[in-house]
């Protein structure tokens, strides 16, 4: 018989195999001090390019003070137990109140964390001849949930809407010979990586040939898409045909909790039915008053939004006009294709963050193709344009060396806190 841990040791994964040379600079980096456009980084300070503080609330004042004053007035601790035990307040139906007002749908229910929850939410609406079918790039709290659901799923080329009706009318094949089960379309209203907004109005425009309800993950446009900020469905006006809206707190709202706005009736069943939230102590009562805090904020300034997109497109415009290849964000996300091995762009990011003072990601095989490196620049409203200025500098420099073969190493560098 085999001993596990045997094996886990003797193959610590695709990324875990650098860990000896990579840990604490390449993976599990600390940022320190204050977030903002500018932190530490192994004590030097750095222009940081990898937060999803989109709107720069992490550190403002009011949202500082709400954080603070919810601390002092309740600790972590309360409330006690699960919501429907022991541990709901006229504070969490507050939140879930503003927050279905906010994206324009009846009713919506707050999560502790967005991962789980919207495992935990397509596990509770998911029966075993209903029929899921997902965009093949949706975020891996997507993909997990479909592991655990019983029924059938189908997954469509990424935002190919035609490629959608196809697995539409194959889902609605199979439920016909069930002659049992729905189908649920999963897509996301801006796709992390890329920055590309699903095809939301497109799909929904699908409703008319096949039915089924659709549910949006819009982590990236709550807060950053929509004349108010109500995200990739507000963009798109098609916010009424989206059946279930999620986003997590993680990204605009600096923060941590999740939720799901639908309408009422669908988010009732969901509250008595949704394992994560039933059986586990709900969101912290100074989370619950930050998070209303943040959400004030984005309804009551609009600049923030402002600011944001006035950086992003200084930064998108910029690195278009040097001749990078940007590929197709329309959201603040923004990608920068390269190409080169892991050890090259791991040469190029420590040249970007030792000399340049620039701290930004890297994606690279196995999340992406072998041969391709991804920078994946997070521009937030507290960015300046000095800040954009001297980052498009370094990376023309940087790309100008990585195209000369200067980034040629044999292994990735050994970066490694010893
Ligand atoms: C698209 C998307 N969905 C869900 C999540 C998970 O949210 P959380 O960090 O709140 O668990 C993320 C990452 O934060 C995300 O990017």
Redesign the pocket.
Known sequence: MADIFERLIKNYGPLGQHRERAHGYFAFPKLEGAIGSKMKFRGQEMIVWSL?NYLGLANHPEVRKADADGSAQYGLALPMGARMMSGNSDLHEQLEKELAEFVHKEDSILMN??????MSAIDSICGRHDVVVYDAEC?A??IDALRMIPGHRFVFKHNDVEDCEKQLHRAQALVDKQQSGGILVIT?GVF?MAGDQGCLKEIAALKKKVPFRLLV?D??GFGTLGATGAGAGEAQGCQDEIDLYFS????SMAS???FMAGPKNIIDYIRYNIRSQIFAKSLPMPYVVGNLKRLELLRSKPELKANLWKNALALQNGLKERGFDIGKTDSVVTPVYMKGGVEEATAMVMDIRENYKIFCSIVVYPVIPKGHIIYRLIPTAVHTQEEIDLTLKAFSETKAKLDAGAYKVAEIPDMANK
């Not at 964390?113 to 919207?118: A, K």
């Open positions: 999803n964390y967005g991962y789980q929850g919207i975020h709290c997507i996301e992390g993950d982590a990236h997590t707190f993680a990204k941590i909790g999740a």
